[in-house]
């Protein structure tokens, strides 16, 4: 039996962790009720209904994140990938940027920008994303007079850390390698 944390055996503090990260799962919020039934697949899914990319614009991928954005297949296939890791609140909220600086409307510019600030940008938020605190600063004094670029300064942040971290990630996953095959 388990018995003070400074004796804690290996095997329990495996035990320890493994409740840790079941727990952190079982208290996220699905996004349907399917979610509760289904278990998790490891292997992302084929984005469906999109044309699948020559060789050459898939390989293209590898050097521009730009250039995978603007393929619906590239946007699916990295956004399953992103899914599969539990990291896809960085593209999530880079999506919802691009989505509100085509909005017309000043009312519901307030709303999306509030929607967007408490979904990734507040501290706890469901979907935070990893900005340093000059930019979720800035970020909010912009929101005082929201604007089609208030938050262009995280959102360079954030394309910035997915051109960095996650698209490497994504250019040695086992998806992209089938698809340059």
């Known amino acids: 039996m388990c018995k003070g944390l400074a004796a804690l055996p290996h095997s329990c503090l495996e035990r320890a962790k493994e409740i840790k990260i079941k727990l952190g799962i079982l208290l996220q919020k ?19 209904k999109t044309q699948k990319p020559t060789l050459d614009e898939a390989l293209q991928w590898r050097d521009s994140l730009d250039k995978l954005l603007q393929n619906n297949y590239g946007l699916a296939s990295f ?10 609140e960085n593209l999530e909220f880079w999506l919802a940027c691009e ?7 000043p009312a519901k510019m307030v709303e999306k920008a509030k929607k967007i600030y408490e979904e990734f940008i507040q ?26 670029s208030s938050f262009d300064v ?5 394309y910035a850390l997915m051109e960095k971290d996650s698209l490497p990630r994504f250019v040695r996953s086992e998806f992209y390698q089938e698809l340059i095959k």
């Open 154 to 158: 995280a959102q360079k942040r954030i």
């Open 123 to 148: 501290t706890e938020a469901p979907k935070e994303v990893n900005i340093d605190h000059f930019t979720k600063d800035i970020t909010m004094k912009n929101l005082v007079e929201p604007s089609l």
């Open 99 to 105: 989505d509100y600086k085509k909005i017309k409307s």
């Open 79 to 88: 956004k399953s990938f992103l899914k599969s890791e539990f990291s896809e």
């Open 30 to 48: 699905p996004d349907s009720a399917v979610d509760l039934v289904i278990p998790y697949n490891e292997k992302p899914e084929k984005p469906a």
